[in-house]
């Protein structure tokens, strides 16, 4: 995978994202091209009201052999900790060593509009990744938290291989809690290099295991830089010139040096920019 950079350290691994506003119909055909292109992993969201995030996630393992399928992120409010881990534990158990999971509060307006907001996010994540983890290691599990209440619950089909819980966010405090409750962080594509060494440098001292992944703006071809910085402008990126990368593939392949230089260690490409242009990022990704 050559457009990854050279690293002397473990190299970084490569993954795209799927856009939930992609036609359904669409997701067997990309999820088959990325593998094809030598993607690592396929990630997919669960964005009000669009694609069930569930649903997507069989679909992609189904339509592929050994693809890794990230679920990125699981809005915590929308569904149970017991309903999510059946969820989970049962695409787990299907494909062993192939899903990972990205839990976040959600977009709070959205989580009002569907009338599961809670007074206090944080303490919902926290109980609910707690629970889910332990649900998913194959624990009977106990909890009267103050939203996650759990009486001797126990998966009949717990996965045979460990499947990662990753914390999606983008507010401090919730990111603080990823290594304390999670199994690494999922960053969105709103940071540039700088504010995205600025969260991993809290994060230094995890364990090798602690998984760095960032969704990364991505606009191949011609005008790239122009793009990009209008993208920038439209997530308010505190510095929109050091944001996404986009060129040739010498381009960015530097680009994403950067944010592995900068502590990423999986980077999920996202197709940025009018259109949204994933073709583009596979054919760069397998010229590369």
């Known amino acids: 995978m050559t457009i990854l950079p050279e690293s002397t350290s473990t190299p970084p691994r490569l993954g795209v994202f799927y856009r939930p506003t992609f036609e359904p119909m669409s997701l067997p055909g990309i999820a088959r091209a990325a ?48 309903a999510t881990a059946l969820e989970v534990s049962t695409l787990g158990t299907i494909f062993p060593g192939r899903v990972k999971v990205g839990v976040g509060n959600g977009v709070q307006d959205w989580m009002r509009q569907s009338g599961v907001k809670v007074a206090s996010p944080l303490t919902l994540l926290e109980e609910y990744v707690e629970a889910l983890r332990a649900l998913l290691a194959g624990e009977t599990v106990t ?71 960032m969704y990364l703006a991505c606009i191949p071809g011609p005008g790239a830089e122009a793009r990009l910085l209008a993208e920038a402008t439209n997530w308010d990126v505190a510095d929109p010139r050091d944001f996404g990368v986009g060129g040739t593939v010498n381009q960015i392949r530097a680009g994403i040096g950067r944010y592995v230089d900068a502590g990423v260690r999986t980077v999920v490409l996202q197709a940025s920019g009018p259109g949204d242009d994933l073709d583009s990022v596979l054919a760069t990704v397998a010229a590369g």
Not at 42 to 53: M, S, T, V
Request: contains cysteine.
């Open 35 to 82: 593998e094809a292109a030598g993607i690592h992993e396929f990630w997919i969201a669960e964005d009000c009201f669009l694609q069930g995030a569930f649903a997507q996630a069989g679909v992609a393992l189904a339509s592929t052999s050994d693809l890794c399928v990230g679920i990125g992120v699981v809005p915590a409010p929308i569904r149970s900790v017991v």
């Open 143 to 213: 909890r009267h938290g103050r939203y996650v209440q759990l009486a001797g619950v126990r998966l009949e089909w717990a996965p045979p291989r460990p499947v990662p819980v990753l914390i999606g966010g983008n507010g401090p405090k919730t990111l603080a809690l990823a290594p304390r409750i999670g199994d690494g962080v999922l960053l969105d594509c709103q940071h540039s290099v700088e504010t995205v060494r600025t969260i991993l440098s809290t994060m230094e001292s995890e364990p090798a295991s602690f998984e760095r992944t």
